[in-house]
């Protein structure tokens, strides 16, 4: 028992010196807690695995009061790598703040380029900035048509102006033969142009499909020239369609006949139709008179009897062949007027463009909704007018019931309206075709006003030259009539005026003024 009293004031003591201790090293707010746990130890028996010596240490790590050394060695560690790791993130950040910077400096000195380069482009002439069918027209070769001018700015009128330094002069247009050349230049790129250009019919037809339907054109109008033509029909239905001489009144004034009476004939559907895939061969035209005829009209409405004896083509007029008809013919050889008829049908005019054919008297296809119904028209348009040759542009005007087909051609619009009218398209109609007075695509009237520009150029450089032919001709007249005049003159003192009567001009009315004069002399 002593012992156990021994050992009892030995973890008393003990027990002192550690609530010493531990009063010692933590801070106040545990010396509250303290009886407790003097409590706790107080009661040694009731534990009997009860440690001799308290280890506080163990137990504040238990209860998380005290980190450990390591722990701290640790969450040291951690907050090292944690600000290597935020200065890393910071010279990271700061890394991509200078990218972006260096970024935005390379971007503001594209922009810089490019609005330079935009800014000598603009400087440039016209024709240098022109993108002709995806393609830059070649600028050397303009500096080569132009030579020896040179294209210079004037930055107070903000315009290109032409310096010669051989002459010296300075103008702001070029010469008409130096235009002249230009636009021949320029023409090469036309067709190309055209391709490229927004269409009304793109809207509803897909681009793919319009370049392979011309592509097959193509393939076939090669095709269809290895074989003679057939007869279209067996009897000709010439009568049917011509009106003999003397049907109508002979108008002395005009010097033709009145064909108005036929304006309130009621139209019938067209007997027959051509077909440019059946029909279409060489004929004689192709074999003895190349490029000296012009197409069948017959052929055209699909009537012709003669087949491969026809004198005239029998096929699609190509965009070659239409370039070398005469302005003053149609494409089968029929004389054109100044002016269009009342009605606008029959042989186009001269003087006005006549490349867009109006049609009416068509049926809208039925669809579910108006869109699907236009684009179905555009569809069936392209499918019966494209095989007649280059169409430039569609448009349907459904509010009206019009549509206008232009094409690149005025020779091929005067196929396509022959052979077109009075025809039936997918149902059963009788189109009428008629000229069109001006196509309402106001890109198509752009395009327009350049080819009249063109038009008037040539015209000017006409005149010109035949007001220097004339100014040479009245030279070598005031010369001639110089030396005459000297000559009779001369002879005057020998002959007498009777010569000189006969010679025109000036010096007859001399004559007679000289002769008069003496007339009144003898009189009074
Ligand atoms: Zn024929």
Redesign the pocket.
């Known amino acids: 028992m002593a012992d156990q009293e021994d050992q009892q004031k030995i973890q008393q003591q003990e027990e002192e010196e550690n609530v010493d201790q531990y009063s010692y090293s933590e801070g106040d707010q545990y010396e509250s807690d303290s009886d407790n746990l003097k409590f706790d130890i107080a009661k040694p028996e009731k534990n009997p695995f009860r440690p001799i010596g308290i280890d506080f240490q163990k137990i504040q790590q238990i209860a998380h009061l005290a980190p450990n050394s390591k722990e701290i060695q640790q969450e040291e560690e951690n907050r090292k790598k944690i600000e290597a790791y935020q200065l890393y993130q910071q010279k990271v950040q700061e890394a991509d703040q200078n990218q972006k910077e260096l970024e935005k400096q390379i971007e503001e000195k594209l922009n810089q380029q490019k609005e330079e380069q935009l800014q000598n482009l603009q400087k440039q002439p016209i024709e240098l900035q022109i993108n002709k069918g995806g393609q830059l027209v070649n600028a050397d070769e303009i500096q080569k048509i132009i030579y020896p001018w040179q294209v210079l700015f004037d930055d107070t009128w903000k315009k290109n102006y032409y310096y010669n330094p051989v002459t010296k002069e300075s103008v702001w247009e070029l010469p008409l033969d130096i235009v002249q050349k230009l636009s021949d230049y320029r023409r090469q790129f036309e067709h190309r142009l055209y391709d490229y250009q927004e269409r009304n019919f793109f809207k509803f037809l897909p681009k793919q499909y319009i370049a392979r339907q011309r592509e097959q054109l193509f393939q076939k109008r090669q095709k269809v020239m290895l074989r003679p033509?057939r007869k279209q029909v067996e009897e000709s239905l010439a009568t049917k369609f011509g009106y003999k001489q003397g049907d109508e009144e002979y108008n002395t004034w005009f010097d033709r006949f009145l064909s108005d009476g036929n304006k309130y004939k009621e139209k019938d559907s067209a007997l027959t139709r051509m077909h440019p895939d059946i029909d279409s061969g060489y004929?004689k035209a192709d074999l003895y008179e190349k490029f000296s005829t012009y197409f069948?009209?017959?052929?055209a409405r699909g009537c012709?009897a003669?087949?491969v004896n026809?004198?005239?083509y029998?096929r699609i007029p190509t965009m070659d062949e239409c370039e070398q008809i005469d302005n003053s013919k149609d494409v089968f050889g029929r004389t054109r007027f100044a002016n269009h008829r009342e009605d606008m049908k029959g042989i186009g005019c001269f003087t006005s463009d006549t490349r867009a054919i109006y049609i009416t008297h068509y049926k809208m296809p039925k669809a579910d909704t108006s869109t699907q119904a236009l684009a179905l028209m555009y569809d069936t348009l392209w499918r019966h007018f494209s095989p007649l040759g280059d169409i430039d542009d569609l448009n349907v005007i459904p509010a009206k019931g019009v549509s206008f087909i232009r094409y690149k051609h005025r020779c091929q619009a005067e196929f396509a309206k022959e052979a077109m009218d009075s025809q039936a398209l997918d149902q059963q109609e009788c189109i009428m075709c008629k000229w069109a007075y001006e196509d309402p695509n106001p890109k198509a009237m752009s395009r327009e006003f350049e080819e009249e520009k063109l038009k008037l150029v040539n015209a000017v450089k006409d005149k010109e030259k035949k007001e220097q032919q004339n100014s040479q001709q009245f030279r070598k007249k005031v010369d001639g009539q110089q030396i005459r005049d000297r000559s009779q003159d001369d002879r005057k003192g020998k002959r007498g005026g009777d010569r000189g009567n006969r010679r025109g001009g000036p010096r007859g009315r001399g004559d007679n003024r000289g002769r008069g004069g003496n007339r009144l002399f003898d009189d009074d």
């Not at 069948?296 to 052929?299: A, G, K, N, V």
């Open positions: 033509a004929t069948c009209l017959f052929f012709c003669e087949g026809c004198r005239y029998h």
